[in-house]
Antibody
């Protein structure tokens, strides 16, 4: 069974870059035709798909965030990462990593607060 | 973007009674490969989302058969035949036909 675990700072200052890592166990980020994804959820609100890195290494980002997002993979550590630049309070959210199209493989989520 | 609109947004239900959630897309969700990638997720309080239904009507393994999905094109429905206490939470439809993949606003199911 694949497990995903988000890690990173829980507090980021406005205008800085949010950086999160998803560590995968029980499966490889470089095989299996999966879209290794980031999804976020502002407190009390709905879900937004940020983007993904395909197992082959190609990426796709939500146009609403494209200018600020980078998703990358590290096959040696079996991890993939999210960087979101120039953050504001509107980027405060729980950030989930997920393996798509498997519907069961989501991390527990990490709350990132943008505040000075 | 494919805008997903759910109704109702709040659904108080009596235990043992049926419940139904509607989801409408602003564009057809039929993919060029012929499949329709409409998913339903359940999010219990304090938990990560969990997919219940994929490709309109296919239940994930382990999902009780009281959950069913139906629909086509732009109109879809999630039905719970008999609501149980563990079904409390927020339900989201989500399309993965068109990029960016998008979610509905969510429907909060609570017990009356």
């Amino acid at each position: 069974q694949v497990q995903l675990q988000e890690s990173g700072p829980g507090l980021v200052k406005p205008s800085e870059t949010l950086s999160l890592t998803c560590t995968v166990s029980g499966g490889s980020v470089s095989t299996g035709s999966y879209y290794w994804s980031w999804v976020r959820q502002p407190p009390g609100k709905g879900l937004e798909w940020i983007g993904y890195i395909y197992y082959s290494g190609s990426t796709n980002y939500n146009p609403s965030l494209k200018s600020r997002v980078t998703i990358s993979g590290d096959t040696s550590k079996n991890q993939f990462s999210l960087k979101l630049s120039s953050v504001t309070a509107a980027d405060t959210a729980v950030y989930y990593c997920a393996r798509w199209p498997s519907g069961k493989d989501w991390g527990q989520g990490i709350l990132v607060t943008v505040s000075s | 973007d494919a805008v997903m609109t759910q109704s109702p947004l709040s659904l108080p239900v009596t235990l043992g009674q049926p419940a139904s959630i509607s989801c409408r897309s602003s564009q057809s969700l039929v993919h060029s490969d012929g499949n329709t990638y409409l998913n339903w997720f359940q999010q219990r309080p304090g938990q990560s989302p969990r997919r219940l239904i994929y490709q309109v009507s296919k239940r994930e393994s382990g999902v009780p058969d009281r959950f069913s999905g139906s629909g086509s094109g732009t109109d879809f429905t999630l039905k719970i035949s008999r609501v149980e206490a563990e079904d409390v939470g927020v339900y989201y439809c989500m399309q993965s036909t068109h990029w960016p993949w998008t979610f509905g606003q969510g429907t909060k199911v609570e017990i009356k």
